[in-house]
């Protein structure tokens, strides 16, 4: 059976009244859809599609597709499919992204269409969503759970997750879900079967690197203003941990005897590992701007404390852009995209040896 939530009458007036106030919207300011696709055909060929809110019919290959986050726009382009609709973290001014690549971070190079700006991912327009007339929208169930009800009366809706056992993160916990709502199952199980290749390509490049320097501590400092994060479960530590590197856990730190808790700077410096990925965020950062990797390597090297790390020194600190390497864009063409530049900047680590 479809998953159909029960409303209260009040709500459902609620509801009336939203679809009526967007339908005079849409007369008075319209929004032009990409044109590169047209509505979807009618068709028998329907499929219950189960993710975190229910489950929800689906019927033939849907054509305009609003996506309302990074990672679901990973998954949806390494299926093949193009968004035609798109919420991000940035903030983008024009009401479609008419320059995908410059845009849309990491992604946009792969997206060939102009889809129409929702907005932020946290709060998509829901009057952009009803005048594009989407045959299905996708996203993720912990940012839209709330508004689960009022994008249902838009169109089909399906919410995912990428958490698996553990609570570890991977795209391959979700991939299926969205191939099976987008009618494409086949692209998924290529992209499932090629997934083991690739890390063993990986693994084959940098066992000397993972020989040297085994050990890596993965953080996301607060601005330097006094603590440092662990991200043991980020997408960058997942990898490096399926690569063979040995990922350095809060839990097993003597300094943190209560495992999953931020440290002090002051204390940090204390830690035995070979090499730091520093994911670059910051409480003052704004969706409109880049993460602020440059600024906290320039903060890194001006503090007493931290300059005098010897993997500092030695350049074993890696500053990296949080969007990607953390875990604001999640996916397969992620995932690739750091399989690709891990050798590039570790590899020269071991000839640095020799």
């Not at 993160?169 to 692209?187: F, P, T, V």
């Not at 790390?309 to 063409?333: C, E």
Request: hydrophobic letters at 40%; aromatic letters at 10%.
């Amino acid at each position: 059976m479809v998953f159909r939530p029960m409303r209260p009458p009040f709500r459902f007036l609620l509801l009336l009244l939203f679809v009526a106030l967007i339908s005079i919207a849409c007369q008075s300011a319209s929004v032009e859809p990409p044109t590169a696709t047209e509505p979807m055909p009618v068709t028998t060929d329907c499929r219950m599609i189960e993710h975190k809110m229910g489950e929800t019919e689906i019927c033939g290959q849907p054509q305009r597709v609003a996506v309302l986050s990074p990672p679901v726009l990973d998954h949806v382009l390494s299926l093949g499919v193009q968004p035609f609709a798109y919420a991000q973290m940035g903030i983008v001014s024009s009401q479609t992204f008419d320059q995908p690549e410059e845009q849309i971070p990491y992604l946009g190079s792969y997206v060939t269409t102009q889809p129409i700006n929702l907005g932020s991912r946290r709060s998509p327009s829901l009057e952009r969503l009803a005048q594009s007339q989407p045959d299905i929208i996708l996203g993720e169930d912990w940012f839209l759970e709330d508004q689960y009800d009022f994008l249902s009366q838009i169109a089909p809706t399906l919410l995912f997750s990428d958490i698996g056992p553990n609570d570890h993160q991977h795209w391959r916990y979700s991939i299926n879900g969205i191939a099976k709502a987008l009618d494409r199952e086949e692209q998924a199980k290529d992209l499932l079967a090629r997934y083991p290749e690739q890390i063993a390509v990986a693994r084959e490049k940098l066992a000397p690197v993972v020989a040297a320097h085994p050990r890596v501590l993965v953080i996301a400092p607060d601005d330097l203003a006094g603590t440092i994060f662990f991200l043991e479960d980020s997408t960058a530590s997942n990898l490096l941990r399926e690569i063979g590197f040995e990922i350095v856990t809060s839990e097993a730190s003597s300094l943190l005897p209560d495992g999953n808790s931020p440290i002090s700077v002051e204390i940090f410096p204390q830690i035995e590992t070979d090499l730091i990925f520093v994911m670059a965020w910051s409480e003052s950062w704004s969706e409109n701007e880049p993460y602020p990797q440059d600024k906290i390597q320039q903060q890194w090297g001006n503090h007493p404390l931290l300059s005098q790390m010897q993997a500092f020194k030695d350049g074993h600190v890696f500053f990296l852009d949080y969007f990607l390497w953390a875990s604001n864009t999640r996916g397969p063409i992620t995932y690739q995209l750091i399989l690709e530049e891990l050798p590039k900047m570790l590899l020269p680590l071991v000839d640095e040896d020799e």
